[in-house]
């Protein structure tokens, strides 16, 4: 049993009540590798942004549950070398699908956990969710829980398509299950692919697909129903088209890739949602970093002259989505 207070992590509680109050969002970054971690936290040291550092069932497949909680430990004390005097990062499990994956997560160091039973029927949601905080909160351990169904694809998570939350299921939900936090769905997506072309409108002058908005109806809806209570969404990423594009022209292959407008998150940002989840745009950044690195210099085979540039360009996205999408810069000195 390793507790996440020994760790220099933190849960959750604050940093939502804080986003919650100050109207901002904290960035939820996933990370499977060394330098996304070091890009994320390079990033929130540069602006003093708290974050959540996620991993998903498929991070943990592909790194090893162990080592990605000594990185995540690494990155605490990595954070105050860059100078970040009291850095706030939260080790947070996402898309837990089983009471058990949760239970070895919060025994293991994580400071958050995600149960998401949001493919069960509501009681058994409710059920699974319960027990889940019953285990986790006896260690001062955050849960966050899931309402309604994203589409897309992320790792082991697949749904065709989506079903936005009932607001007349959440107060009911959220007191009997005790959850911290609620990620709803009003119109985000996993994935690159967030929409189908049909459901977009193609801008006339350069081609691209224009998304439908989201469900700022659903949400002010939900915040109503449960005032001040912490809102989690997912599936939150851009999709910048600057990165589809070099990597297409690089030799890649993402046709009417799409993603979630920023201006659209901006606006969630300033609401009750206080956590924002981004993990294509960083995969995006990566790739089009190193896709350019190769085309440009085929003699290359030094992995640190493509992954030393890709780790750059994440760098940058991550300051970008704190200072001008999420707000939560300077909100962790
Ligand atoms: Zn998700």
Redesign the pocket.
Known sequence: MVNYKDLGLVNTREMFAKAVDGGYAIPAFNFNNMEQLQAIIKACAETKSPVILQVSSGARKYANQTLLRYMAEGAVEYAKELGWEHPQICLHL??GDTFELCKSCVDFGFSSVMIDGSSLPYEENIALTRKVVEYAHQFDVTVEAELGV?AGV?DD?VAEESHYTKPEEVIDFATRTGCDSLAISIGTS?GAYKFKPEQCTRDPQTGKLVPPPLAFDVLEEIEKKLPGFPIVL??SSSVPQEYVDIINSHGGNLPDAVGIPEDQLRKAAKSAVCKI?IDSDSRLAFTAAVRKVLAEKPGEFDPRKYCGPARDEMTKLYKHKIIEVLGSDGKAE
């Open positions: 996402d898309h994203l992320e998570v996993h997912h599936g989840n």
